[in-house]
């Protein structure tokens, strides 16, 4: 599976959010924090800023090992692929997913809860003949009045767990109370990118049933069927059902 339509969902998700116009960039004062963070604990931060579509990143002793240099890199991007490119694509898409759950969940909390949460990931480097764990966090610094995002920080760290698992055992944690978001908590946000109708259309296409044989089960014209799975689609900015089928997975949004 090709981490693109994962990754380029999350990317439209992010950058065609509506960024209210008049608003004080402070994205000085957050350089200086994510600088001063890596200063003391030599891991590696990303910056991104949403609305600029570009990324700061600032990397301490740690970050030699995805290939970075020592000190401040600016990317005009806002998700840092130079770093995505290291690790295990797999655990990419996982990561991508688990960003989009994160995204959609924080949209329905009110504006003084978002700070609190942070996602919790463990990535394989691409290099699978000598497995090394990295540690991941995302967070939100900035949230707009509309509730789009402006600025992400994302933290990337050398792990001390070497225990071989599959995925990325990937948790939304409220860093206040340390109480973990369970998936049957978070999904429900996510699968309001689709109606019930489409979601029930997917589950369909998932069991392998074409066209007219979900018109049929369901009731409804083969022409109702082909206008939702061209909606499912075009909302998931996925190329084709074969993609969209594949996203809805890594979501768990299918159920087969």
């Known amino acids: ?3 693109a339509s994962i990754e380029d ?19 000085e004062d957050y350089k200086k924090m994510a600088a001063a963070y890596v200063s003391i604990e030599q891991c590696v931060a990303v910056l991104s800023d949403f609305q600029a579509d570009c ?36 655990d990419v898409i996982e990561r991508h997913a688990l960003e989009l759950h994160f995204f959609q969940y924080l949209k329905n909390l009110p504006d003084e809860e978002y700070r609190n949460y942070s996602t919790f990931s463990r990535l394989r480097f691409s290099d ?32 001390t767990n070497f225990r071989f698992q599959t995925g990325i055992d990937g948790k ?13 908590k978070y999904k429900p946000y996510t699968e309001t990118l689709l109606s019930k109708r489409e979601l029930e259309i997917l ?3 998932a069991k392998g049933n074409n066209s007219d044989q979900i018109a049929n089960l369901l009731n409804i014209s083969v022409y109702t069927v082909r206008r939702h799975r061209q909606n499912i689609i075009q909302k998931m900015q996925v190329a ?14 299918i159920n087969v």
């Open 203 to 205: 589950n369909h296409l």
């Open 172 to 184: 939304i944690v409220n860093i206040k109370t340390g109480e973990t978001i369970t998936s049957e």
């Open 55 to 90: 990324s700061y990143i600032y990397a301490g002793n740690f970050g030699k090992f995805l290939g970075l240099p020592l000190g401040d890199l600016f990317i005009d991007s806002a998700f840092e692929d130079c770093i995505f490119d290291k690790l295990n694509s797999e």
């Open 9 to 27: 969902q999350l990317t439209s998700t992010l950058l065609q959010q509506t960024f209210l116009d008049g608003n004080i960039l402070d994205i």
């Open 1 to 3: 599976m090709t981490n």
């Open 128 to 159: 699978d003949k000598n497995m090394n764990y990295i540690n991941h966090r995302t967070m939100y610094l900035k949230k707009l009045c509309n509730g789009s995002v402006l600025f992400a920080l994302c933290l990337y760290a050398p792990s």
């Open 240 to 253: 084709n059902t074969t993609e969209a089928l594949k996203t809805a997975f890594v979501m768990g949004l």
